[in-house]
């Protein structure tokens, strides 16, 4: 249990989507500046199909599953010099049902793959999931999933990679 609280405190301090100033409104952002498929609204909520919600689906009675992408690139505000605030997009699946439910994952604008980073269960094998594929989500759980980002090589910039880089010349 400490692992896991551990876990979901490191998610949160280390994603600004999880930490917004201000209230999402449902729309896009308005700045040119974004990302391919980042004028997605800044909260959509989604149906089992991988859908929006319609107002009908809000009005029926016995929903028990919803699933929720929040948009890191629709994050109001600046840092504390003035830069936008930019976050990695997160699909979050809830199952209040007392089975298994299949959930499809949205289409490729608002992700093509996903990495799997939560899960309440505790029981996934798969690591990540594909846009338009279906997703089981456990009775009673939660999933939260980021979109994958083949992070760029980063430069080492430790004091071991520099002596290597003085005695190879």
Known sequence: ???????????????PTFRRSRFFD????KREDLKSGARLADIVWLDTDGTPMTEEDWDNGFGRTIGVFLNGEAISGVDSRGRRITDANFLLYFNAH???????VPPVNYAPEWDVLIDTA???TESSASAGSNFAVQSKSMVVLRKHDAQAVEPD???EASLAARTEV
């Open 98 to 104: 007392d089975a298994e439910v299949s959930f499809t």
């Open 26 to 29: 449902g729309k896009p952002p």
């Open 1 to 15: 249990m400490i692992e896991f609280t551990a876990a979901l405190s490191a998610l949160r301090r280390d994603h």
């Open 122 to 124: 505790g029981r996934r």
């Open 157 to 159: 910039h430790s004091v």
